[in-house]
């Protein structure tokens, strides 16, 4: 039932995609035949949700769960290329002032939404953890791999792939679904913070020069962090504070970010800028700021950033300043402290 249920939702998203694409572009007639494609991708979103549950890794009902987060994934990336809906701006009650939420925003994100309404976002948080701590167990790994070779007459390279694409596709809609306030208001934040903790910590101990693929985890997990900050004051703001500092993510953060600058995409960068300043920007934060750098090495290390993220950020859109303000101010703050 289970596969057939995922051929089913594999061939509404294929048949679908040129329909909404077309219907993106005349997003503002008010015509029933329009909003069709839209009514048809959220529905196959829905049943690619709530196909989410939490499996062993690679298990048959594993594999089968990697094809709906690929469908709910190809589902974000169309949304995205959709035009605005101006037609939330007509909604009544709607926060002018604000970008809206998930519910009233101008912006496509139904498989953010639904992933939200059908409370899946932190399971999808505790697989993604619990499947980065497999991957780090290498006697584990090895024998889950080597059993799923039995069952399924595969290669390693296959299994391997569709470890791939559980991450890739599983860390670009926690990453969405992280962007919102109303969605990590829900969350369980010493998770997240555990699991940020945890993947820096990997990188840190690893010889590694390279990355990987942007999408993995341990180019992603800097997005995370970034929405912790941006959003920390509208959450548990001294809880998440006192947890960061307990687990050192900042100054995880940091040196991972500097160790890897030159492989980031550009996105990221401005992502973490953002994330950076709004902490720079918290109040509370700003107050006990010193007990976040136990040492001299600890502020220089920070300092590396205008360097290795704000020069060049600025030098490429010098109207970025603004909104960095704080992080630029918070770098003179720590000269003069030193």
Not at 132 to 154: C, F, G, L, M, V
Not at 178 to 192: K, R
Request: proline content about 4%.
């Amino acid at each position: 039932m289970l596969f057939r249920t995922q051929r089913w939702i594999k061939a509404e998203v294929d048949q679908t995609f040129p329909r909404l694409l077309m219907a993106g572009r005349y997003v503002n007639e008010d015509t029933v035949e329009s909003e069709r494609p839209l009514k048809v991708c959220a529905e196959a979103g829905r049943k690619c949700v709530r196909n989410i549950h939490q499996y062993p890794v690679l298990s048959a009902e594993w594999i089968a769960l990697v094809d709906s987060l690929k469908q709910l994934s190809r589902l974000v990336q169309l949304e995205g290329r959709m035009p605005v809906n101006p037609k939330v701006l007509e909604a009544q009650g709607r926060d002018m002032d604000s970008e809206g939420t998930l519910w009233d925003q101008e912006t496509h994100e139904n498989a953010i939404r639904i992933l939200v309404e059908e409370a899946k976002v932190n399971l999808c948080l505790r697989m993604m953890y619990d499947f980065k701590r497999w991957q780090q167990n290498p006697a584990e790994r090895q024998a889950t791999i080597e059993e799923a070779i039995k069952a399924y007459d595969s290669t390693e390279m296959q299994l391997d792939q569709k470890c791939i694409q559980f991450e890739e596709c599983l860390g670009t809609l926690l990453r969405k679904a992280f962007m919102h306030v109303e969605t990590l208001q829900l969350m369980d934040i010493p998770l997240l913070i555990e699991h940020c903790v945890f993947i820096l910590q990997a990188c840190f101990s690893s010889l590694d020069d390279s990355l990987g693929e942007a999408r993995l985890q341990e180019s992603v997990v800097l997005y995370y962090f970034s929405s912790l900050m941006k959003h920390a004051e509208a959450l548990n703001n001294s809880e998440l504070l006192a947890r960061s500092r307990e687990f050192q993510l900042v100054e995880l953060a940091v040196s991972h970010f500097l160790r890897f600058a030159e492989q980031f995409p550009e996105d990221l960068k401005y992502s973490l800028a953002d994330g950076l300043a709004a902490m720079a920007d918290n109040e509370d934060f700003m107050t006990e700021w010193e007990s976040f750098f136990p040492s001299p090495d600890a502020k220089a290390t920070f300092l590396m950033l205008q360097e290795k993220l704000t020069a060049p950020i600025l030098e490429e859109k010098p109207e970025k300043r603004r909104e960095i303000r704080p992080l630029l101010d918070f770098f003179n703050a720590i000269k003069r402290s030193m």
